[in-house]
């Protein structure tokens, strides 16, 4: 990997009186897939937040060495209101033309569309309303839109939540091959560990306030993880991919971890 | 017929009214859209009242009215925006006690003011037929002044609504842009409250919209539906209470609000087929 993107150093975040995260060090090399995986209530939206720009950390640096970049930032689908009358083309359209990029000609424009819509499958959507998307095309949409902008980073939050596991796994392989094909920087937010299995380059597994980072090889062990979350958990791996379970104390057999938060 | 409404519209306070409320209506519709879309109509509902008590103000102290009806709806607009949610009470709390505040002091100021009766049928009913030319001017300027904001930024005002979060991490001064919009409406509320009354204004700013919404899928549809059914709706409510001697703001109200029904029942039919 290259140069950091960004690099946090004792950074603490939460909000005045409220910290939730203390003393968090991390950095995102250029090019990096980065998972950060946790709980509800673990800190993930706040830490985003910060990522964002959109609340300032209360102690600690964070800093972009090479100036803040452009980013695309995919919600959650839920946050975006299907009841605005725009049509998918509208949507990435207005997104570009609200950045007022004079070297963004009419031409050019269209075909930034047209690329971003090809790039994530929904050229056959480009006409239909938001109301009319079913949440897998929604979230596709939001990809497209996070890409029009051609961003160095993409943030997404919790990108597959609600979505079945067919949905999961196709969105799951796009962010790959963008990432894979563009070398854009990926900070991808999940309840879903083993969805970044065999794609994230590093995890990050917020839990009891603290960060635990490392390579996925590292970290997705059953002692490893047994370690973080303080209960048996059982990995098996398969072509590469790692499948974990947690074990159940009242219940017989193993739970999937991240069904609804662990 | 023809004939008989172009004398009425030869009357220079018919001519005045006319163009407050088609210009004035006409920009409600068009800031009802986005009132609709953001979610926020009980706000629309509240800046009138508090609009009207801007203009109560005005009168306790004889001042002049539209002054009252400016200062009102932007301060009004600026407190309920920027307010945030303290002791956590949800917005829309805020919004309910603005609204059940503007409207309940704006009385009692007009009973202790020196002329109750009129003031208070200004401020409700509206006295739309005392439009003069500076109202006319006022809401003119007002309403393209908006158009010409709108066109030139119009992408700035459809991502800022659609995506706070995403714009602001693009760069975008959201704050900026919903500050704008929301002087627009205080300018445009003011423009409508002072001759119209916030029957009127309010009428003005859910009808239209509301019907456009339920007919159209598209944002250019929407806008000018929302705007034709505005405009149309002040013409006709205008002919209407010179034809049948009835108050001018309610009459215009009612053609306002009148297209949510046969929009409804379209929906319903669209739907069932």
Known sequence: MSMPLLTLEHVTLGYPGKALLKNLDFAVSRGEFFGIVGPNGAGKSTLLKTLLGLLPPLAGHLHWPEGRPVIGYVPQRERVDPIWPMRVRDVLHHTLCALGRPHFRRKREHASVAEVMAATGIEALANQTLDTLSGGEMQRLLLARALVVDPAVLVLDEPTAAMDLVATETFMNMISRLHRERGISILLVTHDLQSLSGRADRLGILQSGQLHQGSPEDLLTSESLGRIYGQKIQVDTLRGRSFIHIAHETVSGFERIGAGGT | ?273
């Open chain 2, 1 to 273: 017929m023809i004939g008989e409404i172009r004398e009425m519209y030869g009357y220079a306070f018919m001519q005045h009214a006319l163009l407050v409320g088609v210009f004035g209506g006409g920009l409600l519709a068009f800031l009802g859209v986005f009132i609709h879309l953001r979610r926020i109509v009980f706000l629309g509902a509240a800046l009138p009242q508090i609009s009207a008590l801007g203009i109560s103000i005005a009168l306790f102290f004889s001042l002049a009215p539209f002054l009252g009806a400016v200062v009102g709806g932007v301060a009004g607009i600026l407190l309920l925006s920027f307010s945030g949610r303290p002791g956590k009470l949800p917005s829309e709390g805020w919004v309910g006690i603005a609204y059940a505040t503007g409207g309940s002091v704006a009385v009692v100021l007009l009973s202790l003011s020196p002329n109750p009766d009129a003031g208070a049928l200004r401020l409700f009913t509206g006295d739309i037929l005392g439009a003069n030319r500076s109202h006319a001017l006022w809401a003119i300027g007002v309403a393209l002044g908006t158009g010409l904001l709108f066109r030139l930024c119009w992408s700035k005002f459809l991502v800022s609504g659609f995506d706070p979060v995403m714009s602001a991490t693009l760069g975008l001064k959201v704050h900026v842009w919903n500050a704008l919009l929301f002087l627009c409406l205080g300018f445009g509320l003011a423009a409508v409250m002072n001759t119209a009354g916030s029957m009127l204004a309010f009428g003005m700013l859910i009808g239209p919209p509301a019907a456009a919404l339920m007919l159209f899928r598209s944002f250019p549809a929407v806008i000018l539906t929302a705007v034709i059914l505005g405009t149309s709706a002040a013409f006709l409510g205008l002919t209407a209470s010179f034809w049948f001697d009835l108050p001018g703001g309610p009459a215009m109200a009612t053609a306002a609000l009148f297209p949510v029904l046969p929009a409804r029942i379209w929906v319903a039919i669209r739907d069932w087929r």
